[in-house]
């Protein structure tokens, strides 16, 4: 009796020392890289999928189980390559179902505009209702009555009495595209690397009905528009993010401008479990001679846009120059080199590096934000890969 009252005490005091994961507020609900996928050791009985980064646990699977999308180089390391016929579910949860305002945002090149091409869809597969849709028109050159221009759709609630749309200007063909759909409750609003798209068509926007439904990427409206046609997408995505709050246009743009380093990466600083900063993550400039210089910038996404760049270190004199980006270490011991400032915005830092005497093959920085936390930044002089 005795033996079990403390190991009941000492089970509850490690209870009391392990930290609980905290509830998150409004910001990432989804966060698809896309670099990697898994195949489970009950293949083809279980799909295949890849992870979701938010910290929500709201992986994606590959379908249809041996036809899967199909990682190959993308814009940030790899990519999903899509044919027309398949697509990444990620299952309900209640973190997924956004509702009153939301924000979609991925790197899309799109290789074919014959039919509809979706891109995110919150409804089930092989019906016509869903709760939001995401899609690009079938293009101009298709004969008619088949021809459109390729604009970009966003739905809300289609096959129910509260059923809206806007359409937006022609998305573009066989090129890397930073798109953005924002939805505050009031205004929809797309981007086009970082550039607003006024609608050009449509009806009043309401916001989508919540639902227990999956949500599909490489999918948008379901229904074929050509005969013989398919409504998923043909092309590549990268780097996909949902999240249950609008960006400003600040945020969109500094996100297109992650676009400027060579790896994203992100950064939980509160230790809650889920990421708070989005941020270019590494540099890859290739083995350069002493004295060599260039100018790279450094972005943040943060989850809470209060947060900025920068961080009065030493408490006097407010942000200075030297107190956005310091040098933490070089690779190997014993090199060096050298960065100063150039200018800053809310959401970045551009800074030059110079190689020194005797060259590194790398440099360490840490940039640092308005809350004194720091994010780790690698400058890879060495050939990538």
Request: hydrophobic fraction near 35%.
């Amino acid at each position: 009796m005795r033996k079990e009252l403390i190991w009941t005490i000492l089970f509850v005091a490690l209870l009391a020392v392990v930290p609980a994961k905290a509830t998150p507020g409004l910001g990432l609900v989804g966060k698809w890289h896309f670099d990697t996928v898994t195949t489970p050791g009950d293949y083809p009985t279980s799909p295949k999928w890849t992870p979701d980064s938010s910290g929500l646990n709201n992986h994606g699977y590959l379908y249809p189980v041996g036809s899967e999308p199909i990682l190959v180089d993308g814009k940030f390391k790899r990519a999903l390559s899509f044919d027309g016929t398949n697509y990444v579910r990620v299952d309900h949860s209640t973190s997924m179902d956004v509702s009153g305002s939301y924000a979609f945002e991925a790197w899309v090149c799109l290789d074919d505009d014959g039919d509809y091409r979706g891109l995110f869809r919150r409804g089930a597969l092989g019906v016509l209702a869903s709760e939001i849709e995401i899609y690009i028109w079938p293009g101009p050159t298709l004969p008619s009555p088949y021809n459109r221009d390729r604009r970009l759709v966003v739905a809300h609630n289609r096959g129910g009495g509260a059923s809206c749309y806007k359409y937006f200007t022609p998305f573009p063909l066989d090129q890397w595209v930073h798109l953005a759909v924002t939805w505050d409750g009031t205004t929809l609003t797309a981007y086009y690397n970082s550039i607003k798209q006024d609608p050009v068509g449509g009806t009043a926007m309401v916001n989508p009905a919540t639902s227990d439904k999956p949500s599909i990427i490489g999918l948008g409206y379901y229904a074929a528009w050509m005969p013989g046609g398919t409504p998923f997408m043909v092309g590549l995505i990268d780097e996909v993010r949902l999240w249950d709050q609008a960006l400003t246009a600040d945020q969109v743009a500094a996100s297109y401008d992650l676009r400027l380093g060579t790896e994203i990466g992100q950064e939980d600083l509160d230790g809650d479990g889920y990421p708070d900063v989005i941020f270019t993550s590494a540099f890859y400039l290739g083995r350069q001679a002493t004295d060599w210089s260039t100018s790279i910038t450094i972005t943040i996404v943060p989850v809470n846009p209060s947060v900025v760049v920068g961080y009065d270190i030493d408490g006097v004199g407010g942000v200075e120059t030297d107190e956005y980006v310091v040098i933490n270490r070089f690779t190997p011991k014993g090199t060096n080199a050298g960065v100063s400032f150039v200018s800053s915005t809310s959401y970045s830092v551009t800074v030059t590096v110079t190689q020194g005497s005797p060259p590194c093959n790398s440099m360490h920085l840490w940039l640092y934000l308005s809350t004194g936390a720091h994010v780790g930044v690698n400058v890879q002089f060495l050939p990538y890969g």
